[in-house]
Every structure is written in structure tokens, then in C-alpha cells.
């Protein structure tokens, strides 16, 4: 119901059951917030976005205040600045107070408050907290000094993540964010996707940076450096560099790449399109052989580690088929080393993510042979933008330049993995074409496009219904996965992504963004698909010649060797 | 009684509560309430308070003392009466006589008292008085129990069994007319009914807040929903309150009846007793008390053969301060960190589990069977125009009788501290009395004499609280005071809002620099300075932008003190002491070059090595390194050292 409000003097309309800041959001009136997300129950932590209510004792919280009919609000009255301005000073008389050597320095939200606020003197002043960093984990380091407690990390590893890694611990002015009994995230259940870091509102959760390592092996002339990036880096940073976001700029990533000292490019996407054939054959082997279904999908290593520790009764259900981070790893240090006539350890193999958990995948056990690692080093966009700034690469005035052979050409199929359900439509795409011979006649599968957080349809190929089910977000795959261990029989096929979205909202990306953003990398990738030619795994031309010169068939016993994998059980702190 | 099976046992006593005529009850009914019995009762006084007087050891002896003179007489453990600054308490009963009241039963003196009371010959200073067993013979020349002073302006609605009747016999409970209440809501009343009566009765939160219980139960009562929750809030944290563990120890069928009555009156079919576990006698008694309303058909399924079903449960919280704030409990009971949420919604609309839920203290919930039974009107006849009926207050601190009252609201502070309470300690004179805990404030000598009500109250900057009174007399410093809750408070902090969090700390650092020593010279002292002009602004904002009322009143015992006592404050700011000498890095002390011998045993004692002289000459304070503990003076021989 309409009901009539008024905010600093003017009448503005609401809704009944609305909260005063989404009608001031509405309204193009800022509250400053630290502890609030959107679509989650306001939590009410940092007390920042405090209104005055006329009439009202104390000041509320616009965030969880719901509108009442004729309300008279002060958004900017000085008891709000006043009160507003305090807070962020307390923050600030507990914060190291070190900007300058921060990684989030101009891309703080602390900082910009205080900015905002004209804080520009010490009033207020005390005893800071010390705390030790927790850099025990593959993928993040924790700075509990740098924490501001708004909780916002929590709130998303357990509520859109089910995963509980981190919680507050302690009481009063000695509560930190903690893990389990305080050992470190190694031991916890943290799946190391970073959705934490990109809803840190300051440097307190960042990843672990290996940007020295690549300067370190860019300087190792005896090596040979092959780098490879992920289908949806490319549409993910042309707005730091002050292009319209979701721009594909793969071309100029070929080019700034080859600058700054790698000898091959390859584009992960091949690896995608790779992982395609094996998975598409493995699901028809499953289906028609009447093995273990439902299939989940394997190529989200956050995914894995959750269903290692949270779901390890399906362990079984996860596809064999390695990431394609891995797959393109694994043949550059066989196929391509052969034909270029290098010994593996003469390559130093690194890989550009969306994601931190690809950091801890590399490193798994499984992930290589003979000594040597398929992937060497793995970093984020954020790591590959610093490195395109620390080696001076002007990405306004490069040519763009094509990726490498034989791993540069690929499918749309392949570029579209970077969204939630991309993985399930290539897929499909190509076991439609395995199991009957022919072509779907539309490619489009738009049951599984877009953002919800799960996506179900059937799809009926020969007379075999096969029932689909997309989810992202991993408290969505941990209800789904109960409707099956309920006895949910009618799904056979299920892509998980960790990242709400998929890899273009991963952990590894760009902080900061809007929703606006990423529905433009989204669409970017779709329009991609539109555009090309090639929209299928199989019939890109040098998948067709690496399985005739190499793999021979998917499922080969070589490709076993090579592009498949095992998952354990894993214990954790709980 | 004691023979017949527990069915029968069941039919007699629920008959009892029904008004139903049954002859082998009527016979009975004057040995279950004591007015006749065969041998002699002693009563032991069996409260945590009493416990930690030395009650069990005096059971022992007190066994062993029948067991010698082969007299056969039952004890009993019974809950705190209130006198807890003279327990242990053992009360004699013989047969056809007043149960006669001894105080400070330990061990050591058992015999002598129990000598006393079956020979009859007393001596006064054991004796504190003798209560009235139906028409028995007075003792003479000893006063009534409750026309002592301690208790004749009490009015004791909530308390009314506690230390009277054994808390873990439901029997005793419904001799002395317990479960009728409930009985009457559920025979004679709607839930509207209920909700009715005790808005009417003008019964008001005791947990702190004051907000009208009748209006809250109504509020959940309108809720569609098809499950709603009672919750019992028994986190009792204040320092210095112990009204809730004594009425649970001493009573604990009173709070389970008027759970069921609210559990009916909102439609819930589910309650929590939400009690910490610092209380374990509480909690076992509350155990009991509720596997014997069970097995009498008074919670569970269809109780009272009525349509009304209500299951109770009991939650133990874990010792967080902060989880006596609704929502914080509720978290808690959810299974999450005990951290609040904003309000609105509220509990009542949405709680524990998104369900409608009413949350209410222990006392509250203890008046609610009374006033069914007596009526609302009966109920607002006690107290004043806007707050009804009685409160609980826990006295401790410098007064000469610590314990547990109840007193009619209006009564005025002066009353309860030097009528009821026997007036301040070794004479010394009365400065402050703190009451509400770490969320209320200091009431000082002029506003002795306003009446115990919600809103007088918070007109003198304090508030009701959940009924701790801590007294306190010329020798508190208030800053010192006002820090040991600064610092109560922000340990206790849940650590969710910034200003609470944060702010709390830094309000303690002020109030410690204030208090500490005099360092760093002329920069250290301005920011002192800079730190008391923060002082009120912290305070101002701390109270406007808090989540939850933890934190909203957190500054309350600064505010209130600033206030009361601001030249205590100068003193300690300007001229860097402390007229009290409480805050010892404030204190001084010099050595009598007369009087020294320099035995070196002071220098050697310096925790700081501050004292320094040689052998057989007057040794010298170094004021820089001095601390201000005080060894030296204790350890003087010769009085050759004296604080300034």
C-alpha cells in the first residue's frame, strides 16, 4: 500500500513494509552503510545508516526501520552527522591506520567514509587490538586488524555459502572474526571461493597474492612462460582500464600478456571446450551405461572442496573430468611440450582466474605427475591488473594481438562457462550432438541463463527425458543435494557454481563492482555466443586435432591419465 | 499420604485444585501445610546464599545431632527467606508450636541451638523471631518473624513460599493454593480474557523495561500464526541481582503456573525457560519441579483434561551479559552467537524462529498466578498510579542487611535502605545507592525520598531494572564506581554495533586515565583534558546509535555519576586525587624522617623498588615509581609511614 513519508522537509511516497533506506535508495538519497548487503535480512551491526525519526528518542536504523504512514525523517540533521561522523572515528581509533601500505588503498570503504565525513583529526584515540594474521589458507589471508566486525563475510560464507568457515569469536572490545578454535583456515571448512573478500569493506580479507611470484618467473630466462586465462577474465576488467564494463577485451590481453614477458598465450576457453567433450561423454556413459546419477559438475574447485567436506556420501556423483584450468595445464605440460620439444619442468605454467580456489586446486595432490605441477602459479584479475600496472602496460594504446596454437581457438560454448548455467548449456550442446548424431536445431537453452540462484528444466534428447538443474550459490546445491538424498530421482545432471552468478562474480574479481557490472559480463559472453560461429566443443578445429594427434577419443585411457581426477573425503574443523 | 500409589496420589491433589470435595485431602491438607504435625520439622535455609553461608555443613550436623540424641525429626531444605546476610537459617518446629527462627546456623553452633529450641530455653542473639503456625502457642517474649523490621513494610506477593515450603514438593505447592490459577484460566477464561485481567491488573515488565505485560500478550495473541513461543527470560546478569535465582530456588512451581496461564493466554503451545548455567540449584529445582507438574497433568498434553496443551523446556545459557537482551536470547536459543538483532519486528510479532513470541522475566511471569486468583483489582490496589502490585530487589553492598525483599512499588529508597535494610554499615555515612545495574544509575541523598515507580526513576536519571540495589557509603570513590561498570560493560559487549563496541572501550580508557597516575607531565594532562570533553559526546552517541538497549544505556552509570558527583570527577582531574583512596595510583605516601629507622624492610617490600634510603638512616619515597599499593605502610613497624 502507498503511504506518504516525508524526508528532510520533502514528501516522498513508500510502500508499506519497506524499509526506510530502500525508499531513500529509491530516491537517490545516500545513507552511508557498512554491515548492509542487498538481499539479505538487515543486520543492524554498524549503526552507520542511523536516521532521525522526528518525534523519535533515539535514532534507528534506516536499514531494518520499515516506513510508517506520515513519518518525518532527518537523513542529514547534525545529531545524524554528528553521530555518523563518531562512529567512523571509533572504527578508525581501532584500525591500524596504515592506507598507504594497504592493498584496498582507494578502494576502501572505511577510507572513503571517512573522506565522506571530513575526518581529518585524531579526537579520538585508545588502545588498538592486535591480532595475528592468518595467512595458513592457499587462497585468502585474514587481517583481523583490519577488521571492522560489520560481519558482512560471515553472513555470506554461511548463509549463501552453508560453508561456516568464519564466526565471531570472543566478546566486547576483543571480538574478532575467527575460525574454528582459532587455527587457521587451513584446518577450517573455508572453500577458499573468496566471496568474503568481495564483500570486505576494507583489507581485512584479501587474497594471498602471488603477483611476485610471476615477476619472479617472468625474470627466469632459462624457463619457458606459457600463461593461460579463464573464459570469463576478459570481460571482466575493461572497466578498470575506463572501458564500458563487460567489453570483451581479449585481444589486448593477448598483447599486454606477451609484454609483459610470457612466450605463449593460451585461452583457458580451449580448456573449457576440452572439458566439454569428456564431460558430455562421461554424462552419456553414466546415462547409458545406468551408472551413478545424478552428475554433478567438477569444474568449480570450491565446489569440490564443499562436497568433500559437506556432501562426501556423492563424492561418486561428481564428474571425474579436472577444471579447465587444469585440463589446459595438463596439456600444455604433455601435448604442447612434446611438440614444442620441451621438457615439462621447462615450462613454468601460470593461470589467470575469476578465483581464489583455483589457488588451492593446483595444489591438490592429483593435479600433475612426475614431480611437477600441471598449473605452477595461479592468480586472480585483481593480480593480473596489478601486473599490468607494475610492468607499465598502457592497455589504451596496445594492438590486440590472437592467442597461441595449438590452445588459442575455441568455441562459444566454451567462453559462456564464465556464467552460471554455461557449463550446463555446452554440455548439453554437445551430448544432444553425441547421442543423436545431429545438431540442436536452437542453442539457446534459456532455462538455464540468468541469475537465480537455481535453475531446473528438462530436456528431452532421443526419448530420453533428461531432467537439468543449475544452482550457484552452495547453500542452493546443499538444499538440492538434500532433495536428492530424500529421494529426488528425476535429475540427472547438475552444474554447480560457487559464486552466485558463476566465475564473472567470482572471488578473484574486480571488488567493488555493482550488479550492473556483471549483468554486463553476462551478457557480454552471451552475445559472444550469438556472434560466433563456432558454438559448439566439438567442431572447434584444434580440439578435433589434439583428440586425432593425442587423445585419440574422449574417455581414452590417456585422457584418463591426463584430464581426469579423484576426490577424497575431507576432515575438517566444524 | 506418603503411602498411597502415585495415581491416587495425582487424583487427590489435582481434586485440590479443581475445589473438588475429597474427604481424605481434608484431613490431610493441615500435616502437608504443617499446621499439624507429628514430629519435630527443622527447616534449613538451602539457597545458593545459604549454601555459600555453610548450610550443608550444617545439615550434617544437624543430622548428626538427631542421630546422637536419638530424636526423630525430619529436615528439610527450603528457599532463601531474604535474610541472606544472617544465613544460615534453621527454623524449629515442634509439634503444636510456632517454627521458631534461628540466625547464622553454622556447624560449630548446631547444638546449641537445637539445644535451645527442644528445651525452649532461647537466647536472644540466636533468635530472630517466631512465625505463626495456624493457631499454635506463641513463645514468649520472641518477636514475630515477619514484624521484623527487615519485613514488616515488606508486601510479599512473589516471594510469598520462598523459604517457607519445600520447593520440591508440588504437593505443598497446592496445598497453599498453587495451580488454581491456572485451573481458573483454563475453565473460566478465554486467552482475550487473560490478556484482559492483567493489562487491567496494570502488571509491568520486571525484567527492566516496565512495558505492560497485558499489552504485550496481546499483541502476540492477535498474531496468526499456528506456532507462537513463551520464553522465560532467567538470564539474571546484573551484578549484584539474585532475585530470579531465589525465586526459582525457592519457589519454582510459582513460575511454571503463570507460564502456562501466559502460554494460554497467547495461544503458545511451546516454552523455554532460557536460565543461565551459572544457577544449577535453580535449574534442579526447576526440573523437578516441572517432572511434577508433568506427571500431575499441568504441562504436556491437555492439561487439566482441558483442550490447552503446553510443553516446557529449559535452555542454559552460557554466561553472556548480553543475552538478557530478547533478541540476543533469542539468537541463542536459535543456536547462534547470543548477538541482538534491530527491533522492529518485534518479538511478539516475530521471535524465536520467525514465530509471534513473548519474552517476560521470572518475576513477572510469578505475579500472573496470583492476580487470576485474586482478581486485578486486588492486584492494583498495591502500589502507585503507574506502576502496580510489588518488586523484588536484591539489597547488597554497604547496608547492614543484605538479602532479598519484596516491597509494595512506592516505597521510597529511604525506607528500603534504613527502615528495611537496618540503615548503612559501621555507621558510616550513606553517598550513593546504585540501582538498575550497569544500565541504570546512582540515586543519591536528595533523591532519597522519591518512591520506587517506573517513571520517578528515570525522571532521577536511573532506572527500575530488574531489582539490584547496590548501597553505597562515604568509602566508594564514584568514578572508580562508574569504571568498575564501564569496564563490566564493555567486556560484556556482544562486539555486533560499533558505538557499543568501541565506545565502551574507549569510555574506560578516559575513565582510567583519569584514575590512573599522574604521568608524561603537561601533554599527559591535556589529554586528559581532551579525553573528558569526549566523555559526554561518546556518551551522547553511544546512547543514540546502540542496537539494542545494552548498549543505549551503557553510559548511564558515567552520565549518572557525572552528574551527581561531578566535583569527585574534578577532584580526580584537576587536583589528581582520590578522597576516598580507592583509586590507589592516586595515592600518596611519604615516610617520617622521625620515625624511620630505616630498617630497610619497606624498600625491600616495594613491589616497584620506589623506596630507596641506606641502612639505619630515614629512607625516601620516589613519587615517579611509586604505585600507591600501599605495601610500605603495611609493612612499617614503627607508623614511620603516612598517606597523603
Known amino acids: 500500500m502507498s503511504i506518504q513519508i516525508e524526508v528532510n522537509g520533502k514528501k516522498i511516497e513508500a510502500f508499506e513494509g519497506e524499509t526506510i533506506l530502500t525508499v531513500l535508495k529509491r530516491n537517490a538519497i545516500r545513507v552511508p552503510t557498512l554491515c548492509h548487503m542487498n538481499d539479505f535480512i538487515p543486520s543492524g551491526a554498524c549503526r552507520l545508516c542511523v536516521v532521525e525519526i522526528v518525534g523519535s528518542p533515539k535514532l534507528v536504523s534506516s536499514c531494518s526501520y520499515p516506513v510508517a504512514d506520515g513519518m518525518k525523517i532527518l537523513t542529514n540533521s547534525p545529531r545524524v552527522i554528528e553521530s555518523r561522523k563518531t562512529i567512523i572515528e571509533l572504527l578508525l581509533s581501532n584500525h591500524p591506520d596504515d592506507c598507504l601500505y594497504c592493498i584496498r588503498n582507494n578502494n576502501c570503504e572505511l577510507q572513503s567514509l571517512a573522506k565522506e565525513y571530513h575526518v581529518i583529526e585524531r579526537r579520538i584515540n585508545g588502545k588498538k587490538n592486535s591480532f595475528k594474521l592468518d595467512h595458513a589458507g592457499t587462497s585468502i589471508v585474514r587481517d583481523p586488524e583490519k577488521c571492522i566486525l560489520c560481519g558482512r563475510c560471515v553472513r555470506i560464507c554461511e548463509e549463501t555459502m552453508g560453508v561456516s568457515a568464519i564466526e565471531y569469536v570472543n566478546r566486547g572490545s576483543k571480538t574478532v572474526i575467527g575460525t574454528t578454535m582459532q587455527k587457521g583456515l587451513n584446518t577450517s571448512s573455508c572453500v577458499n571461493c573468496g566471496q568474503c573478500i568481495m564483500v570486505c569493506p576494507t583489507g581485512a580479507l584479501t587474497e594471498k597474492n602471488q603477483t611476485h611470484l610471476v615477476q619472479d618467473a617472468l625474470q627466469q630466462k632459462n624457463k619457458t612462460l606459457v600463461v593461460q586465462y579463464a573464459p570469463s577474465i576478459s570481460v571482466s576488467l575493461a572497466e578498470e582500464f575506463g572501458m564500458p564494463p563487460g567489453t570483451d577485451i581479449n585481444g589486448l590481453l593477448n598483447a599486454a600478456l606477451r609484454k609483459m614477458g610470457f612466450k605463449y598465450v593460451f585461452d583457458t576457453t580451449f580448456g573449457a571446450d576440452l572439458t566439454i567433450m569428456e564431460e558430455a561423454a562421461e554424462l552419456i556413459d553414466r546415462i547409458t551405461k545406468g551408472k551413478i546419477l545424478p552428475m554433478f559438475t567438477s569444474c568449480c574447485p570450491a565446489w569440490v572442496k564443499y562436497a568433500e567436506e559437506f556432501a562426501p556420501d556423492f563424492l561418486d556423483n561428481l564428474s571425474t573430468c579436472k577444471s579447465p584450468q587444469q585440463m589446459t595445464g595438463a596439456v600444455i605440460k604433455s601435448y604442447f611440450a612434446e611438440i614444442s620439444n620441451l621438457k615439462p619442468e621447462e615450462i613454468i605454467s601460470v593461470s589467470i582466474m575469476p578465483c581464489t580456489a583455483k589457488k588451492f586446486e593446483m595444489q591438490r595432490d592429483t593435479m600433475g605427475r612426475n614431480g611437477y605441477k600441471d598449473v605452477d602459479i595461479a592468480i586472480t584479475t585483481r593480480e593480473l591488473i596489478e601486473l599490468i600496472r607494475l610492468n607499465g602496460i598502457d592497455m589504451k594504446s596496445i594492438i590486440p594481438e590472437i592467442t597461441d596454437s595449438p590452445m588459442g581457438v575455441r568455441s562459444s560454448a566454451g567462453k559462456i562457462f564464465g556464467a552460471t548455467g554455461g557449463v550446463m548449456e555446452a554440455a548439453l550442446r554437445t551430448a544432444y550432438k553425441s547421442l543423436t548424431g545431429d545438431e540442436l536445431t536452437n542453442f539457446k537453452i534459456n532455462a538455464v541463463r540468468g541469475f537465480q540462484g537455481r535453475k531446473e528444466t528438462k530436456i528431452k534428447i532421443n526419448n530420453l527425458e533428461i531432467g537439468i538443474a543449475v544452482v550457484s550459490g552452495l547453500a542452493n546445491a546443499a538444499l538440492l543435494i538434500d532433495e536428492i538424498r530424500n529421494g529426488r530421482k528425476d535429475i540427472h545432471f547438475i552444474e554447480v557454481m560457487t559464486c552466485p552468478g558463476g566465475c564473472i562474480a567470482g572471488g578473484g574479481q574486480r571488488i567493488g563492482v555493482d550488479r550492473s557490472v556483471i549483468e554486463a559480463r553476462m551478457k557480454s559472453l552471451y552475445d559472444i555466443d550469438d556472434r560466433e560461429t563456432i558454438k559448439v566443443s566439438h567442431k572447434n578445429p584444434e580440439i578435433i586435432e589434439l583428440y586425432d594427434n593425442y587423445f585419440e577419443h574422449p574417455l581414452s585411457h590417456k585422457s584418463h591419465e591426463l584430464l581426469h581426477t579423484c576426490y577424497i573425503k575431507r576432515d575438517v574443523l566444524l | ?644
Open chain 2, 1 to 644: 499420604m506418603d503411602t498411597l500409589n502415585a495415581d491416587k496420589r495425582k487424583k487427590i491433589f489435582v481434586d485440590l485444585i479443581k475445589g473438588n470435595k475429597n474427604v481424605e485431602i481434608e484431613n490431610q491438607l493441615e500435616y502437608i501445610k504443617r499446621e499439624k504435625i507429628n514430629k519435630p520439622i527443622i527447616y534449613v535455609g538451602a539457597g545458593t546464599c545459604g549454601l555459600g553461608a555453610g548450610a550443608a555443613e550444617t545439615i550434617i550436623a544437624i543430622k548428626d545431632y538427631l542421630k546422637n540424641k536419638k530424636i526423630d525429626a525430619d529436615v528439610m531444605e527450603v528457599g532463601c527467606i531474604g535474610l541472606c546476610a544472617v544465613e544460615p537459617i534453621v527454623d524449629v518446629q515442634l509439634p503444636g508450636k510456632n517454627r521458631i527462627s534461628f540466625q547464622k546456623v553454622s556447624c560449630k553452633n548446631v547444638n546449641n541451638i537445637l539445644d535451645q529450641a527442644f528445651s525452649s530455653k532461647f537466647s536472644k542473639e540466636d533468635v530472630l523471631g517466631q512465625i505463626q503456625i495456624g493457631k499454635a502457642d506463641k513463645y514468649a517474649a520472641i518477636p514475630d518473624f515477619f514484624k521484623l523490621p527487615f519485613f514488616e513494610k515488606q508486601k510479599r506477593i512473589v516471594l510469598k513460599n520462598c523459604g517457607l515450603i519445600n520447593p520440591e514438593s508440588i504437593d505443598e505447592y497446592i496445598a497453599f493454593g498453587g495451580y488454581v490459577g491456572l485451573y481458573n484460566t483454563l475453565t473460566k477464561h478465554s486467552s482475550a480474557d487473560i490478556c484482559d485481567i492483567i493489562e487491567k491488573s496494570g502488571l509491568r515488565g520486571r525484567g527492566g523495561g516496565g512495558f505492560p505485560t497485558g499489552k504485550k500478550w496481546k499483541i502476540a495473541l492477535q498474531q496468526q500464526n499456528n506456532q507462537k513461543y513463551l520464553i522465560c527470560n532467567a538470564d539474571e546478569g546484573d551484578p549484584g541481582a539474585f532475585m530470579d535465582r531465589a525465586a526459582i530456588e525457592g519457589d519454582p512451581h510459582r513460575l511454571i503456573e503463570g507460564m502456562a496461564i501466559a502460554a494460554y493466554a497467547i495461544g503458545a503451545s511451546v516454552g523455554y525457560i532460557y536460565i543461565r548455567a551459572e544457577y544449577p540449584l535453580a535449574i534442579a529445582r526447576l526440573k523437578v519441579a516441572m517432572e511434577q507438574a508433568r506427571k500431575y497433568g499441568l504441562l504436556g498434553k491437555n492439561i487439566l483434561d482441558s483442550k490447552f496443551s503446553f510443553e516446557l523446556k529449559i535452555k542454559m545459557g552460557a554466561g553472556a551479559f548480553v543475552c538478557g537482551e530478547e533478541t540476543a536470547l533469542i539468537n541463542s536459543i536459535e543456536g547462534y552467537r547470543g548477538m541482538p538483532r534491530p527491533r522492529p519486528p518485534f518479538p511478539a510479532v516475530s521471535g524465536l524462529f520467525e514465530k509471534p513470541t513473548v519474552i517476560n522475566n521470572v518475576e513477572t511471569f510469578a505475579n500472573v498466578a496470583e492476580i487470576i486468583c485474586n482478581g486485578a483489582d486486588w492486584f492494583s490496589s498495591v502500589g502507585t498510579a503507574t506502576s502496580k502490585g510489588t518488586k523484588v530487589f536484591a539489597l547488597s553492598g554497604k547496608i547492614k542487611l543484605t538479602g532479598l525483599i519484596e516491597i509494595p512499588m512506592g516505597t521510597t529508597i529511604r525506607s528500603i535502605i534504613f527502615d528495611i535494610a537496618g540503615g548503612i554499615k559501621n555507621n558510616k555515612k550513606f553517598k550513593a545507592v546504585q540501582i538498575g545495574g550497569p544500565s541504570g544509575g546512582c540515586i543519591t541523598e536528595q533523591n532519597l525520598d522519591i518512591p520506587i515507580e517506573y517513571e520517578s526513576l528515570i525522571k532521577v536519571g536511573a532506572m527500575m531494572g530488574s531489582g539490584g540495589l547496590v548501597v553505597m557509603d562515604e568509602d566508594n570513590c564514584m568514578v572508580d564506581v562508574a569504571k568498575f561498570f564501564m569496564d563490566f560493560i564493555q567486556r560484556e559487549s556482544c562486539g555486533k554495533c560499533i558505538p557499543c563496541r568501541e565506545g565502551t572501550r574507549r569510555m574506560l580508557e578516559i575513565l582510567e586515565s583519569i584514575t590512573s597516575k599522574p604521568i608524561g607531565g603537561e601533554k599527559a594532562a591535556l589529554e586528559r583534558m581532551k579525553g573528558i570533553m569526549q566523555l559526554e559526546k561518546l556518551a551522547t552517541v553511544i546512547k543514540d546509535t546502540s542496537l539494542c538497549a545494552l548498549g543505549q544505556s551503557a553510559p548511564n552509570p558515567i552520565l549518572s555519576t557525572l552528574k551527581w558527583f561531578r566535583e569527585e570527577y574534578e577532584e580526580h582531574i584537576f587536583e589528581r586525587k582520590c578522597a576516598t583512596h580507592t583509586c590507589t595510583e592516586l595515592r600518596k605516601f611519604r615516610i617520617l624522617t622521625d620515625a624511620c629507622t630505616g630498617c630497610t624492610l619497606c624498600s625491600k617490600k616495594c613491589p616497584t623498588n620506589a623506596i630507596i634510603g641506606t641502612k639505619k638512616s630515614p629512607h625516601f619515597i620516589i613519587d615517579e615509581k611509586c604505585i600507591g599499593c600501599g605495601t610500605c605502610k603495611e609493612t612499617c613497624n614503627f607508623s614511620a609511614i603516612e598517606m597523603i
